[in-house]
């Protein structure tokens, strides 16, 4: 009889531990876990994060793909782009993104970058030449300095240096699904299967999120 409850009592103390460690994510195909997870901006959506550099060749194909998805992605879907800084000349592209972001011109100069660094093999590096740049795209040229130099794109900069490191992220494009989930090229062994791979991470974190406000 002492056996027998102690045995209960044991199964009783581990099974709440048991099923805490069945219910952590674990890697499949095409993706990798993130280990810690990382805080999302919305709880109550399910965050979709691309590292991107402009200078990236595997991104300039990637992203007719994304946009593509873009149009089609599910409305509880929150997208976020994040420019990868590796070294000084993905910084300096990061920061012209940063900058298009603040003036509220992303979709009207994204494309048309890639576009220019990739084709028309302009490094578009110098404050000039971006300004340049934005003055093309109907930026007033003052407004793209004072936008350029400001404390918010410095702030996002700094941010910038640290985020691939909290994800795991050792190249680009790669995609983060809600904190938890890594998924890229290599992974997921073309960009279409990234696609295929993100949207069922999506549909497993909407689900996950269903059950936490039921």
């Not at 402009?54 to 409305?75: A, S, V």
């Not at 993905?90 to 100069?109: I, N, R």
Request: contains cysteine.
């Amino acid at each position: 009889m002492i056996s027998k409850l102690f045995q209960v009592s044991l199964l009783l103390l581990i099974f709440p531990h048991m099923q805490q460690v069945q219910a952590e994510p674990v890697s499949g195909p095409g993706y990798e876990v993130i280990s810690p997870a990382q805080p999302t901006q919305d709880p109550g959506k399910v965050e979709v994060i691309e590292f991107f550099w402009y200078g990236c060749p595997h991104c300039y194909r990637f992203e007719p793909i994304l946009n593509e998805w873009r149009k089609t992605m599910p409305d509880n879907v929150q997208f976020i782009r994040q420019p990868a800084v590796f070294s000084a000349l993905w910084g300096k592209h990061a920061k012209a993104y940063f900058t298009a972001e603040a003036l509220g011109v992303v979709d009207a100069l994204h494309a048309d970058f890639f576009d220019a660094i990739q084709n028309k093999k302009q490094r578009l590096t110098s404050e000039d030449d971006l300004a340049a740049f934005f003055a093309a795209h109907g930026v007033d040229e003052a407004t793209f300095r004072s936008a350029y130099n400001s404390f918010l794109v410095d702030a996002k900069m700094r941010q910038a240096k640290t985020m691939a490191a909290r994800y795991g992220v050792t190249g680009v494009p790669a995609i983060i699904i809600n904190g938890k989930y890594k998924t890229n090229g290599p992974l997921a062994k073309s960009h279409a299967n990234m696609i295929k791979v993100m949207n069922q991470l999506i549909a497993r974190e909407s689900a996950e999120i269903g059950k936490s406000t039921e």
